[in-house]
């Protein structure tokens, strides 16, 4: 009932920048946190940075400094721009929302199919 899609992915040199991007669509009632977390294969999903509908946000100890989550509420949309970019943050990157969809008072995750970020040495 809400679709994530993530835009913005690709192939970096290390230092470079890439800036993520991801829309929420569907039977929206409201949202409540969104955020990007990362995945590489064989390895447990962590956390990147989160941000709250009211702009309160949240990073990973390893980005921090180096990464910027921001949102645009009206558009349903929330961001990441990615700088100072190394090849330890090769991953697959996936957008996170907590939602509320129209006429459910109950809140659940959501989560989008994901983008590639490889950033080479």
């Known amino acids: 009932q809400v679709q994530l899609v993530e835009s913005g992915g690709g192939l970096v040199q290390a230092g470079g920048s890439l800036r993520l991007s991801c829309a929420a669509s569907?039977?929206?009632?409201?949202?409540?946190?969104m955020g990007w977390y990362r995945q590489a294969p064989g390895k447990q999903r962590e956390l990147v940075a989160t941000?709250?509908?009211?702009?309160?946000?949240n990073y990973a100890d390893s980005v921090k400094g180096r990464f910027t989550i921001s949102r645009d509420n009206a558009k349903n949309t929330v961001y990441l721009q990615m700088s100072g970019l190394k090849p330890e943050d090769t991953d697959h990157y996936y957008c996170?929302?907590?939602?509320?969809?129209?006429?459910?008072?109950?809140?659940?995750?959501?989560w989008g199919q994901g983008t590639q970020v490889t950033v080479s040495s």
């Open positions: 996170y929302a907590l939602c509320r969809t129209v006429l459910d008072t109950r809140w659940y995750d959501y």
């Open positions: 569907g039977r929206i009632g409201s949202i409540n946190t």
């Open positions: 941000i709250t509908s009211g702009g309160t946000t």
